[in-house]
Every structure is written in structure tokens, then in C-alpha cells.
């Protein structure tokens, strides 16, 4: 049993971010339709290569990024534009317990699938609207992209190489502000379901990108509070530790990540450089910060006398923090991770060697469970909608193109 089981969210999100919080929901044991636009489906669709090969090694047209983020979900595919669209959608939402939406603020009310409307017909209903700036505000009704957020609040400034090595502005690797509101998505549904357990009512929720990555500047956007300026890109160094960040060895990079003075004085220990210790300069993290321009160089020229490996072995054996820098292919591979699971099978109708990242989250009495792999286009129309319509009431709407995917 899931957590969340008897929990069913009506999915009408696309791309990543609602995405991200239906999968979480999903995984929990939430029952998710995600409800796609007939022969198109969600954007993310069509995001390829790469690709899904099937069972023969054929390349599928199941794409990498839709992929990492709709398993376990039930795809049902309705044309909400037209009026039969949005009765079926209704009937859904009628039973639903959450509603995800990200389109344009605005945008579903001319469909009568906007909060007012669906909340008259389910007063219990609990109404996620994730936009790129929110409901309100001057820049309320303009779309939002990850990559323009990233620039906007701040985290473009302090992320990539100082301007004189080098430098310029860089974004994540990573959609990382889209992930972001998807976590605080699923943490706000869940805390408006135990809400409803007290009040017996739903409630709107109103989720923006841009509110999300200033609130995840974290000590950042607290620093430049605390003294008025502005922090700036540092590359891979911390701003308030020393050494914490990426030094070159004889063949390539790695990480030391010294988090108070002790791991410092045992890190000196570990690479053979006590000498260091006796000046009174780095002996305190706070004196490490002032001089950091004296200590890395330092550090710097040590470091090209061995291989990353090498280092390492060495600093890991007094348990100071140290890593290597991973490919992906490497990271996957990592016996620690293995050992997680976070590689998992899931039996694809077109392939039933499947692989995706599976969740991180671990719940002892009720653990995710993977279900399904993520949908074909359609590929629970007939399964979800049977529930409000007879089978030739569904053929006779596919036949008009309201509905897609396999009748009967």
C-alpha cells in the first residue's frame, strides 16, 4: 500500500515542473491521469533524440525526457478545447482529490477547467496552479522557462567562473529550478490534503517558478541580506568555507569539501603537507576565507603531484570529505548508488528491459512502488474514461477526434 493510496490527482500539466510533482504523487501511490492533447500528447513528447529503443534495438518514438518524468501515471488523451473534452474532464474531476495545472495564468478559465469551475463542482477539490511569475503581480500573465528564471532571480550570477578566469554566466546543468517547484508543489498538495482533514475543505494552490528559486537562493540571497552585497560567481569555491572546492591533480579533477578546522588539520595530515598547519593565517576557517588567495595556490600546486585516485584514497582514508567528479555513465555505475537502487526495471509495452532513475525517497511501512512505465500517448483512455462512459459512447468521441488512444 502507498502512502498515498486512494489519492487521485488529475494531472493537466506538461513539460516538467507539474510533471515532476505528479511522479512524486505517483510514486507515493496516488492514483495520476495525466491528460494529453490527442496525437500530440505533453511537449515533451516530441523532446528527442534520444530516443527509447524497443526490444529489437529499434529506436521507438518515446522520448528520454518525457520519460524521466510520467511513470506510473495513466495517459489519457481528451481535446479539452471542445465542450465534450471538457464534460469528460469534469466528470474526472468530480471524483479527483487534486487538481495539477501549468498553463498561462488565466489560460483554462475560457475551458471551465480553472479552480472557480472545478472547485463549484468539488468543493474538496485542492487546485495547483504552477506558473512562471504566479497569479498576480506585473508580470503574472507572461510564460515562464527555467532557463529565464535561473536568469531573473539571481542564481545565474553566482553560478559559473569568476569574469577574470574565464568567466561569464552559466546556467545549471540541470532543470534544476523546474525540479525545485515540483518539490514544493508536492509538499504544498500534501499539506493542503492534511489541511482538508481538519477544515473539510479544498483550496488553491498558487505556485511560481520565480518565487521558488529566490526562496532556494538560500545562504546566498541570506548573505546579501546580512551585508548588503551582492555575492558573486566563485566558480566551484564556497564562499564562507576554505578549502571547499575543486582542485586539479595530475590527470584531472576532484573535490575536497572541508567543512570545519579539524577536517583541516587532518586533511594537512592526509596529503603529506603539515606544514601548512603552522601558519597561523589557515588554521581558523574564518582566517582560511580572508586569505584563501595565499592557501589555494598552495593547495593548487600540491594537488599536480598525483592522480585524482591517488588523492583521493589518501584524504578519504581520515574521513575528510572528497570525491571524485563523475560522468553520468560513472555516477549510475557508483557502487554506492547501485546499491541504492536508483537504477531500476520497469517493463515497457515496447521494451521490458526498460531502465529509469528511480525515486530517492525511502519509507520503511510504505514504500514507493513502480507500477507502470511511463505511458504511451493514450494509453489508458478507454481504462480511466470506461469509468464515466459506455463503450460506444467512446468510440463514437474518438471517432469525432475528441479522444485518442486504443477504445476497445
Given at each position: 500500500m502507498g502512502a498515498l493510496q486512494g489519492i487521485r490527482v488529475l494531472d493537466l500539466s506538461r513539460v516538467l515542473a507539474g510533471p515532476w510533482c505528479g511522479q512524486i504523487l505517483a510514486d507515493l501511490g496516488a492514483e495520476v491521469i495525466k491528460i494529453e492533447r490527442p496525437r500530440v500528447g505533453d511537449d515533451t513528447r516530441?523532446?528527442?533524440?534520444?530516443?527509447?529503443?524497443?526490444?529489437?534495438?529499434?529506436?521507438?518514438?518515446?522520448?528520454?525526457?518525457?520519460?524521466?518524468?510520467?511513470?506510473n501515471k495513466y495517459s489519457v488523451a481528451v481535446d479539452i478545447t471542445t465542450p465534450e473534452g471538457q464534460a469528460l474532464i469534469y466528470e474526472i474531476a468530480k471524483t479527483a482529490d487534486v487538481v495539477i495545472e501549468n498553463y498561462k495564468?488565466?489560460?483554462?478559465?475560457?475551458?471551465?477547467?480553472?479552480?472557480?469551475?472545478?472547485?463549484?463542482?468539488?468543493?474538496?477539490?485542492?487546485?495547483?496552479?504552477?506558473?512562471?511569475f504566479g497569479q498576480d503581480g506585473p508580470r503574472a500573465e507572461e510564460p515562464g522557462y527555467d532557463f529565464i528564471i535561473q536568469g531573473m532571480s539571481g542564481l545565474m550570477s553566482i553560478t559559473g567562473e569568476p569574469d577574470d578566469v574565464a568567466g561569464g554566466a552559466q546556467k545549471v546543468g540541470v532543470a534544476v529550478v523546474d525540479i525545485q517547484t515540483g518539490l514544493y508543489s508536492t509538499?504544498?498538495?500534501?499539506?493542503?490534503?492534511?489541511?482538508?482533514?481538519?477544515?473539510?475543505?479544498?483550496?488553491?494552490?498558487?505556485?511560481?517558478?520565480?518565487?521558488?528559486?529566490?526562496?532556494?537562493?538560500?545562504?546566498?540571497?541570506?548573505?546579501?541580506?546580512?551585508?548588503?552585497?551582492?555575492?558573486?560567481?566563485?566558480?566551484?569555491?564556497?564562499?564562507?568555507?576554505?578549502?571547499?572546492?575543486?582542485?586539479?591533480?595530475?590527470?584531472?579533477?576532484?573535490?575536497?569539501?572541508?567543512?570545519?578546522?579539524?577536517?583541516?588539520?587532518?586533511?594537512?595530515?592526509?596529503?603529506?603537507?603539515?606544514?601548512?598547519?603552522?601558519?597561523?593565517?589557515?588554521?581558523?576557517?574564518?582566517?582560511?576565507?580572508?586569505y584563501r588567495n595565499e592557501l589555494i595556490p598552495l593547495l593548487s600546486e600540491h594537488f599536480l603531484q598525483k592522480t585524482?585516485?591517488?588523492?583521493?584514497?589518501?584524504?578519504?582514508?581520515?574521513?575528510?570529505p572528497v570525491g571524485i567528479i563523475n560522468s553520468i555513465e560513472d555516477a549510475l555505475a557508483e557502487p554506492q548508488i547501485v546499491h541504492r537502487n536508483l537504477v531500476?526495471?520497469?517493463?515497457?509495452?515496447?521494451?521490458?528491459?526498460?531502465?529509469?532513475?528511480?525515486?530517492?525517497?525511502?519509507?520503511?511501512?510504505?514504500?514507493?512502488?513502480?507500477?507502470?512505465?511511463?505511458?504511451?500517448?493514450?494509453?489508458?483512455?478507454?481504462?480511466?474514461?470506461?469509468?464515466?462512459?459506455t463503450a460506444e459512447e467512446l468510440a463514437a468521441l474518438k471517432e469525432k477526434g475528441i479522444i485518442d488512444g486504443k477504445i476497445a
Amino acid at each position: 500500500m502507498g502512502a498515498l493510496q486512494g489519492i487521485r490527482v488529475l494531472d493537466l500539466s506538461r513539460v516538467l515542473a507539474g510533471p515532476w510533482c505528479g511522479q512524486i504523487l505517483a510514486d507515493l501511490g496516488a492514483e495520476v491521469i495525466k491528460i494529453e492533447r490527442p496525437r500530440v500528447g505533453d511537449d515533451t513528447r516530441m523532446w528527442g533524440p534520444p530516443w527509447m529503443p524497443d526490444q529489437d534495438g529499434k529506436m521507438t518514438r518515446e522520448s528520454g525526457y518525457f520519460q524521466c518524468t510520467n511513470r506510473n501515471k495513466y495517459s489519457v488523451a481528451v481535446d479539452i478545447t471542445t465542450p465534450e473534452g471538457q464534460a469528460l474532464i469534469y466528470e474526472i474531476a468530480k471524483t479527483a482529490d487534486v487538481v495539477i495545472e501549468n498553463y498561462k495564468t488565466g489560460s483554462l478559465a475560457k475551458y471551465g477547467l480553472d479552480y472557480a469551475s472545478l472547485s463549484a463542482l468539488n468543493p474538496n477539490i485542492i487546485y495547483c496552479s504552477i506558473t512562471g511569475f504566479g497569479q498576480d503581480g506585473p508580470r503574472a500573465e507572461e510564460p515562464g522557462y527555467d532557463f529565464i528564471i535561473q536568469g531573473m532571480s539571481g542564481l545565474m550570477s553566482i553560478t559559473g567562473e569568476p569574469d577574470d578566469v574565464a568567466g561569464g554566466a552559466q546556467k545549471v546543468g540541470v532543470a534544476v529550478v523546474d525540479i525545485q517547484t515540483g518539490l514544493y508543489s508536492t509538499i504544498a498538495i500534501q499539506a493542503a490534503l492534511i489541511a482538508r482533514s481538519h477544515t473539510g475543505r479544498g483550496q488553491y494552490i498558487d505556485m511560481s517558478l520565480l518565487d521558488v528559486q529566490v526562496a532556494a537562493l538560500a545562504n546566498q540571497g541570506m548573505n546579501y541580506l546580512a551585508s548588503g552585497k551582492a555575492p558573486q560567481r566563485m566558480g566551484n569555491q564556497h564562499p564562507s568555507i576554505v578549502p571547499y572546492q575543486t582542485f586539479k591533480a595530475k590527470d584531472k579533477e576532484f573535490i575536497i569539501a572541508c567543512g570545519n578546522d579539524k577536517q583541516f588539520k587532518d586533511l594537512c595530515v592526509a596529503i603529506g603537507y603539515p606544514e601548512l598547519l603552522e601558519n597561523e593565517k589557515f588554521v581558523r576557517n574564518q582566517d582560511r576565507v580572508k586569505y584563501r588567495n595565499e592557501l589555494i595556490p598552495l593547495l593548487s600546486e600540491h594537488f599536480l603531484q598525483k592522480t585524482a585516485k591517488e588523492w583521493v584514497d589518501m584524504i578519504h582514508a581520515l574521513k575528510v570529505p572528497v570525491g571524485i567528479i563523475n560522468s553520468i555513465e560513472d555516477a549510475l555505475a557508483e557502487p554506492q548508488i547501485v546499491h541504492r537502487n536508483l537504477v531500476v526495471n520497469i517493463p515497457h509495452r515496447l521494451n521490458e528491459n526498460f531502465q529509469t532513475i528511480g525515486s530517492p525517497i525511502k519509507l520503511s511501512d510504505t514504500p514507493v512502488e513502480y507500477h507502470h512505465a511511463p505511458p504511451e500517448l493514450g494509453e489508458h483512455t478507454a481504462q480511466i474514461l470506461s469509468r464515466f462512459k459506455t463503450a460506444e459512447e467512446l468510440a463514437a468521441l474518438k471517432e469525432k477526434g475528441i479522444i485518442d488512444g486504443k477504445i476497445a
